[in-house]
């Protein structure tokens, strides 16, 4: 695996005790906003075509 990421062994473990960087928690708080927001939608749908 470390031949095709083209990273040394110790880099590649290095990397995975990494801590999570601010950028990549910011972008995991929005993507689940958007996940949120998208399927609030997606049943308030269902719920107002059920009622007609």
């Known amino acids: 695996m470390c ?3 083209k990273v040394s062994r110790s880099g590649y473990y290095k990397s995975r005790r990494r ?3 601010p950028r990549e928690r910011k972008r995991e708080l929005v993507r689940s906003a958007v996940v949120d927001v998208y399927f609030l939608k997606v049943t308030e749908g269902l719920n107002n075509e059920q009622l007609l």
Do not use: F, N, R, T
Request: proline share 0%; no cysteine; charged share 15%.
């Open 3 to 5: 031949i095709w990421l």
């Open 19 to 21: 801590e999570v960087s």
